[in-house]
């Protein structure tokens, strides 16, 4: 079977340039985008004097058409996935639109979380049947949605790693987590603003922490490692049931941040590994949309020594009939109500679409297409492969570097970046601080997109380190076919220049 | 085709056999199998994931969801009182169009320039809602507004290096539960007092003796929310934000934006830092799922240093004239610092944010006016209704906005009971304050906003009187 010749074509792309204004910049006072019923005459005197609004908001006036043509040109102006995205550490799905429409019917968007339990029976069975999803793909006794993202999710565990401990009147004991120089920065991020203190590994030439490294840091003191795995560079840790056994044997919990989960899915499971706790992203592993950085969900699930400490309410099943609880020694909210309701049906809607053997086919597909990928990219002169001596297939995503490209031409990851969006490929993501390989870049192939869109994308990537070395300022200074061009960033963390609101800017700029 | 041959996933390009033994036969590896080389064969899980069937075509899987969905009571189809945290407001049509715009619907994370719309929105977000709130840095937004406490105590106690919150004794339980999180337990090294602060009796405002009697040199932050979660607003803002000033403190306020039409912005009343929902600007309650936070503070470094969100500020292109938007203050946020960074940072609820600029700029000035007058005068003649029947009487009678504290307590009925019967007549009765707020008897919170008409109004005053009557 050979590609058609039409598939081979390079992308090409020209964004809208609507140069489209400032919402506050527009419209003509007097003009109404909304009407309401009328008021009482008398509404004003309900308010107590001292707490009336004195002048109003200077918001824009704008008629209705004219503000929803203002966001629509703005929705044309995001390229986001209408492209090729090969983000990595996102693991960019699919979303089906029939989810998405099933989530806007009013038997979801009209559900108030204190209506009575008999009232919500379609959410609650939703919610644990995909609970359900979750145990088989982990081995976890139980989870929970409330967390609104996967750092938050981190963070959750954070809590019930001081509920557990607290119940064991070990918590001003065990005041140390433990986590990895690749582990996403939400992992020690999460443990220090629980008040832990946190130990950070560092990797080997296995591309992973020793093992000696990891029982010199654990003690009495340790409290739980927060790990992923595999990490962003697509190492897996072969040794990680060790590592399991010897938090445990210092009386220690260990979490799974299963945020790199679609080159695993259904090929191991967080349960048969030891660990106590994990989490899943289901605005990104689970086809919900990202929304550009939610409506988020961090899956929170936990073995049954840790189900009394969750955030409740959870979902239980009892008598035929959906209910809510909260365990005993829960450790309280993280987040008000019970998660983002809809997110959950999108990414329940996903698993019952793809099934047991499509989940297992994507991370088959996933790792294959991300080898494929770096097979590709080995030929690219002036990329490199992180951890190049390690001899093995990658997971379900490798991180690159275009070191060599920088020292040969001053181009950055930032300007190759800038320029692959003017294919119509969407910014790749580069790589979570610190940077381990010199300008990093982390594609991840996933599943949803074709051979020919992989193969773009490395076309496209080869074209600009070729354009780097013919004309370094012409890649430095894209994106060229963008909405907008290249912003100077050295305004954005300059306090006489930072602007969040229009009002901050008009004060310092003068509104030029 | 044969009648054997494996079906492509309509979800997965590359599910064509034959494209996967392209790639195989490209890399030089015999199968996918081989592939997995990293993973010790005793990580592996060998056995036969135990899932529900594959819904496999489409129409089995929209059939299968509308029919779950079918399970539920929604507030549409009933008439619902509940607030209380998550409040049904009417959706502009042009919120939901816009939302479900699949450009950033599915945008991922992008450039400012590939993303430049989504990102203009998101300034627009920020832009308005500062307008609203009267202060010149809001960062996106957070999780929820108990998140947006949260953060935002922890900023104060960074800033005046004091361990300690006054919070107002009727705090939403569940925005009070969440604060406790994020104020850490007495054991750890970051912990944060919480202190309750009482309330006056007639009026469910905040008790300033009470306030001057438990501030002092160790707080580090007042916290005070009006409308509060009993519906109360509070006029003593000024008053309040000088007794903390005085003592070192910092004066932060939680606002519930839509009101922002009538009341003042916190921002002429003293306050330095301002958090809220962002729920009741254009998003639908979704089962609670529909909640978010933000915060706001003057544009000084010693607040916009401390935000652990997301920032985006507006600046210049190369191209001559140009606006284009980026993220500020990145670097302090765990992405840059990992634990060193301002707490921590993920995805929130950004979407939502562009829907919430959509609702502000369809409303502008006059709408915000409209909404919230129109939410006191229903709100107002509801619990005039109420208070009318017999044995039922409001607990703070005056100056509220959008909820109100209902007392069953004299009818001899419990809440519980009261919206069962409720219930059956198609009507969600106000949130059960019995087990939160013991000491107001059998009291429910009744929320009535710009959606109810003086006909449900009615309905459920007719309602509630043959239910009392019983």
Known sequence: MNTPAILKRRPTYQAPRWNEPVIMEMGVPGRRGILFPGADADADALVPAAARRAAPPALPELSEPEVFRHYLKLSQMTLGMTGISLFGTCTMKYHTPAAEQAALRPEMTELHPCQHESTLQGALEILHNFDLILRELSGMDQFVFQAGGGADAAYTNVCVTRGYFAARGELEQRNEIITSIQSHPCSPATAAAGGFKVITLTLDEKGYPSLEQLKAALSNRTAALMINNPDDMGI????????????????????????????????????????????????????????????????????????????????????????????????????????????????????????????????????????????????????????????????????????????????????????????????????????????????????????????????????????????????????????????????????????????????????? | MTANAPVAHPWMANSVPELKRQMLEAIGASSIEELFQQIPEDHRYRAALNLPPTLSSEQELKRHLVQTLAKNQDCEKNLSFLGAGCWQHHVPSVCDEIYRRTEWLHSVFGSPSSDHGRNQAWFEFASQMGELVGMEFVGLPVYSWGCAIGHATRMAARITGRREILVPKLICPERLSVLRNYCEPTAMRGHIDIVEVGFDAATGRLDLDDLRAKISERTAVVYVETPSYLGVIEDKGKAIADIAHAKGALFMAGVDPISLGVLAPPADYGADIVVGTTQTLGMHMNCGGGVGGFIATRDEERFAREYNTLNISIGRTNREGEYAFGLSLFHQSSYGMREEGKDWTGNSVYMWAVVNAVYMALLGPQGFRDVGRLILSRCHAAAKELAALPGVKLRFPAGFFKEFVVDFSATGRTVAQINDALRAKGIFGGKDLSADFPWFGQSALYCVTEIHTPDDIARLRAALAEVLAR
């Open chain 1, 236 to 512: 897996y840790n072969p040794e990680i049931k060790e590592w399991v056994r010897l938090v445990h044997e210092a009386g220690a919990l260990c979490f799974y941040d299963h945020a790199n989960f679609n080159g695993v899915m259904g090929k191991i499971r967080a349960r048969e590994l030891g660990f106590d706790s994990c989490m899943f992203m289901l605005h990104k592993t689970f086809g919900a949309p990202k929304g550009g950085g939610g409506p988020a969900v961090g899956a929170y699930g936990v073995r049954e020594h840790l189900i009394p400490f969750l955030p409740g309410p959870i979902v239980a099943k009892e008598n035929g009939a959906y209910t809510l609880k909260t365990g005993a020694q829960t450790v309280g909210k993280v987040r008000e109500f019970w998660g983002n309701v809809p997110q959950v049906m999108k990414a329940y809607a996903w698993a019952r679409a793809m099934g047991a053997e499509g989940i297992r086919e994507a991370s088959d597909i996933s790792v294959l297409a991300n080898n494929y990928m770096d097979m590709r990219l080995k030929r690219i002169d002036g990329v490199e492969m992180s951890n190049p001596h390690i001899n093995a297939w990658r997971m379900e995503m490798t991180r690159w570097g275009l070191g060599p490209l920088k020292e040969q031409t001053g181009v950055s990851t930032f300007d190759v970046q800038n320029r692959m969006t003017d294919f119509g490929i969407d910014a790749y993501w580069t790589s979570h601080e610190p940077w381990v390989a010199p300008e990093p870049f982390t594609p991840e192939a996933g599943e949803m997109y074709g051979k020919e869109d992989l193969d773009a994308w490395i076309d496209v990537l080869a074209q600009i380190c070729d354009e780097a070395r013919e004309n370094p300022d012409f890649v430095k200074s894209a994106p060229h076919n963008g909405a907008v061009g290249k912003l100077d960033v050295s305004t954005m963390d300059d306090p006489a220049k930072w602007a969040t609101t229009w009002r901050a800017f008009q004060r310092k700029w003068g509104g030029k």
